[in-house]
């Protein structure tokens, strides 16, 4: 049972990064992504690239997630945990060095996802 609830908080991981992907690499500078990430149009269209670089990277962990997923059994059980841990860090150094909300919002379910995959 834990097993199922870890998978899906794992693939709600997988999405959400997918979804950061997607505010990061091609709205970072349209009224959607000005408004979630609190940026003016100046300061976005000078981030542009620095960005869409960073939604590659969670594109990244995304397909690390789903490849876990896919792959089931013991080696998707290692390819999940160490994609959760790596979420979980990038989740924190974004709340000390951006915002406080990113813990919540990009570290809180991969931690939850990965303790309950333990059980």
């Given amino acids: 049972m834990f097993i199922i609830i870890a998978n899906v908080l794992t693939g709600i991981v997988a999405a959400l990064h997918i979804y950061f992907l997607v505010l990061e690499m ?3 500078d349209k009224p959607m992504g000005l408004r979630t990430f ?3 149009p100046e300061k976005a269209e000078t981030t542009k690239v620095l960005a869409a670089n960073q939604g590659l990277y969670n ?3 995304a397909a690390g997630l789903i490849w876990g997923l ?3 059994g013991h080696e998707g059980f290692h390819v999940k945990i160490f994609f959760l841990t790596c979420v979980i860090i990038a ?3 974004g709340a000390y060095s951006v915002s406080r909300r990113i ?3 990009q570290a809180a379910p991969a931690l939850l996802a990965l303790v309950l995959l333990h059980f």
């Fill in 91 to 93: 989740g924190a150094y």
């Fill in 103 to 105: 813990l919540y919002i």
């Fill in 38 to 40: 609190r940026n003016t």
């Fill in 59 to 61: 594109g990244f962990l």
């Fill in 70 to 72: 896919l792959m089931g």
């Fill in 26 to 28: 091609f709205l970072w």
